[in-house]
C-alpha cells in the first residue's frame, strides 16, 4: 500500500507538469487557428468583396461551414495529441500495477478482525493514534465520540479504503496487505450515510450485487425492507429510472435500496457509518428495525449519534482525538454520558 502511495505521488507530479505543457500547447495552437487564420480569412473575403468578386452573405455562409469544419479538424488533433502525451503515462501506470505483488490470500469466512498499534496519518496529522482492537464475529458494536475524533477513520482503515502508517490490521490472522480485496469486499460491506447509486434503474442498481440473482429474489428482498409497495405502484416497476445517484427517489427509499442490496450480497460484517444521521426519527427506527431483522446474528459495527439505535449492541467504543477512550458494554453506559460523548 505505501509503494503504490509513494508511486501515485511520483505520478502526480508528472501529471502537473504535463498538465501545464498541455494548456500551454494548446491556448497557443488556440490563437493560431482562431485568430491569425479566422482573421486572414476575413480579410481575403473583404478583398474579394471589395472587388465585387464575392458576396457578404455567401462570406458568413463560408465562414460558419469553416468554423464548424475547424473544430472537428482541431478535435481530432487534440485527441491525437492526447493520445500521444498520455501514453507514456498510461505505460508507467501498468508497469506499475504489474510490478505490484498479487493478493493471493482468499477469504471464506470471518472470524475476528484485529487492529495493533494502528495509527493513520492524513495531510501531516494522525487521525487514528495506536489504536488496538479486537472484534469477534457476531458482535454489534457501535462507535461513537466526537465530530473530528476519528471514527468514519477507523471504519475505512478497517476495509483498507485508508492506507495505514503504522502498526497492522489482521482479519482472521491474515494481514489485510495479503488479503485479496474481492473477497473481503464480498464478506465486509461498508454502508455510507448517502449510499452510492447507479444511474439506471432499480433492477440495475440491485443485480451489482450478483448479476445471476432472479426477479423473485430482487422481489423478496425489497419487500424484505418494505420498498415493494412503493416500486409495485410504479409504471415500469423494477425498471424504474431512478436518475443520478438515485435523485428521483427519497433518501430514505435510497437507503432501503442500498439495505437492499446489502441482503442480496448476504455480508457477514456490516460496517455502517452515520446510515441515518439525516433522518426523522421514525425512518430512523424504521431502517434500525429492518438491519435488526434481516443481520440477526451477522457482525455489525455502526457509527451511531442516537441512542435508540445502540441499545440492543453489544458493545461501545468511544473515541477521542483518534484514540480509543472506552471499549465499554451499554451497560456501563447512561444515556447522558453517551449524549456527552457524542457533544
Same mark, same amino acid.
Given at each position: 500500500?505505501? %509503494?503504490?502511495?509513494?508511486? @501515485?505521488?511520483?505520478?502526480?507530479? +508528472?501529471?502537473?507538469?504535463? =498538465?501545464?505543457?498541455?494548456?500551454?500547447? !494548446?491556448?497557443?495552437?488556440?490563437? !493560431?487557428?482562431?485568430?491569425?487564420?479566422?482573421?486572414? %480569412?476575413? $480579410?481575403?473575403?473583404?478583398?474579394?468583396? #471589395?472587388?465585387?468578386?464575392?458576396? *457578404?452573405?455567401?462570406? *458568413?455562409? $463560408?465562414? /460558419?461551414? $469553416?468554423? *464548424?469544419?475547424?473544430?472537428?479538424?482541431?478535435?481530432?488533433?487534440?485527441?491525437? #495529441?492526447?493520445?500521444? =502525451?498520455?501514453?507514456?503515462?498510461?505505460?508507467?501506470?501498468?508497469? %506499475?500495477?504489474?510490478?505490484?505483488?498479487?493478493?493471493?490470500?482468499?477469504?471464506?469466512? $470471518?472470524?475476528?478482525?484485529?487492529?495493533?498499534?494502528?495509527? +493513520?496519518?492524513?495531510?501531516?496529522?494522525?487521525?487514528?493514534?495506536?489504536?488496538?482492537?479486537?472484534?469477534? /464475529?457476531?458482535? =454489534?458494536?457501535?462507535? *461513537?465520540?466526537?465530530?473530528?475524533?476519528?471514527?468514519?477513520?477507523?471504519?475505512?482503515?478497517? %476495509?483498507?479504503?485508508y492506507p495505514i502508517s503504522s502498526g497492522k490490521i489482521s482479519i482472521n490472522g491474515i494481514s489485510l496487505d495479503e488479503i485479496d480485496e474481492q473477497s473481503l469486499y464480498r464478506l465486509i460491506r461498508y454502508l455510507p450515510q448517502n449510499p452510492h447509486l447507479l444511474r439506471?434503474?432499480?433492477? &440495475?442498481?440491485?443485480?451489482?450485487?450478483?448479476?445471476?440473482?432472479?426477479?423473485?429474489?430482487?422481489?423478496?428482498?425489497?419487500? !424484505?425492507?418494505?420498498? @415493494?409497495?412503493?416500486?409495485?405502484?410504479?409504471?415500469?416497476?423494477? &425498471?424504474?429510472?431512478?436518475g443520478d445517484s438515485g435523485m428521483k427517489i427519497s433518501g430514505g427509499q435510497r437507503q432501503r435500496l442500498a439495505i437492499a442490496r446489502l441482503i442480496l450480497s448476504k455480508p457477514e460484517v456490516l460496517v455502517l457509518d452515520e446510515i441515518t444521521s439525516s433522518m426523522d426519527?421514525?425512518?430512523?427506527?424504521?431502517?434500525? =428495525?429492518?438491519?435488526?431483522?434481516?443481520?440477526?446474528?451477522?457482525?455489525?459495527?455502526?457509527?451511531?449519534?442516537? @441512542?435508540?439505535?445502540?441499545?440492543?449492541?453489544?458493545?461501545?467504543?468511544?473515541?477521542?482525538?483518534?484514540?480509543?477512550?472506552?471499549?465499554?458494554?451499554?451497560?456501563?453506559?447512561?444515556?447522558?454520558?453517551?449524549?456527552?460523548?457524542?457533544?
Amino acid at each position: 500500500m505505501k %509503494m503504490v502511495n509513494q508511486n @501515485w505521488m511520483q505520478l502526480s507530479d +508528472v501529471i502537473l507538469k504535463k =498538465q501545464k505543457i498541455t494548456f500551454m500547447s !494548446k491556448a497557443f495552437v488556440s490563437f !493560431k487557428d482562431y485568430v491569425i487564420l479566422e482573421m486572414g %480569412m476575413y $480579410f481575403i473575403g473583404g478583398l474579394l468583396i #471589395f472587388n465585387e468578386k464575392f458576396e *457578404i452573405v455567401s462570406l *458568413i455562409a $463560408f465562414m /460558419s461551414y $469553416f468554423k *464548424i469544419f475547424l473544430a472537428c479538424v482541431s478535435d481530432i488533433s487534440d485527441n491525437i #495529441f492526447d493520445y500521444r =502525451q498520455n501514453l507514456p503515462l498510461l505505460n508507467n501506470v501498468l508497469e %506499475m500495477i504489474s510490478t505490484l505483488e498479487r493478493k493471493q490470500t482468499k477469504l471464506e469466512s $470471518f472470524s475476528e478482525i484485529t487492529m495493533e498499534n494502528v495509527t +493513520v496519518t492524513l495531510s501531516d496529522t494522525d487521525i487514528l493514534n495506536n489504536v488496538n482492537l479486537t472484534i469477534k /464475529s457476531g458482535e =454489534q458494536i457501535s462507535v *461513537i465520540g466526537q465530530n473530528g475524533s476519528g471514527k468514519s477513520t477507523l471504519l475505512k482503515a478497517m %476495509m483498507g479504503i485508508y492506507p495505514i502508517s503504522s502498526g497492522k490490521i489482521s482479519i482472521n490472522g491474515i494481514s489485510l496487505d495479503e488479503i485479496d480485496e474481492q473477497s473481503l469486499y464480498r464478506l465486509i460491506r461498508y454502508l455510507p450515510q448517502n449510499p452510492h447509486l447507479l444511474r439506471g434503474t432499480i433492477k &440495475d442498481n440491485l443485480l451489482i450485487s450478483n448479476p445471476d440473482i432472479s426477479e423473485n429474489e430482487l422481489i423478496a428482498a425489497c419487500k !424484505k425492507v418494505n420498498l @415493494w409497495s412503493y416500486i409495485s405502484k410504479l409504471p415500469n416497476k423494477l &425498471d424504474t429510472q431512478i436518475g443520478d445517484s438515485g435523485m428521483k427517489i427519497s433518501g430514505g427509499q435510497r437507503q432501503r435500496l442500498a439495505i437492499a442490496r446489502l441482503i442480496l450480497s448476504k455480508p457477514e460484517v456490516l460496517v455502517l457509518d452515520e446510515i441515518t444521521s439525516s433522518m426523522d426519527e421514525e425512518n430512523s427506527h424504521s431502517i434500525q =428495525q429492518l438491519l435488526t431483522d434481516n443481520f440477526n446474528g451477522k457482525t455489525i459495527i455502526q457509527i451511531s449519534h442516537k @441512542w435508540n439505535e445502540i441499545i440492543n449492541y453489544s458493545r461501545v467504543l468511544v473515541l477521542h482525538s483518534g484514540s480509543i477512550l472506552n471499549n465499554i458494554t451499554l451497560n456501563e453506559l447512561s444515556k447522558e454520558e453517551y449524549l456527552n460523548m457524542c457533544k
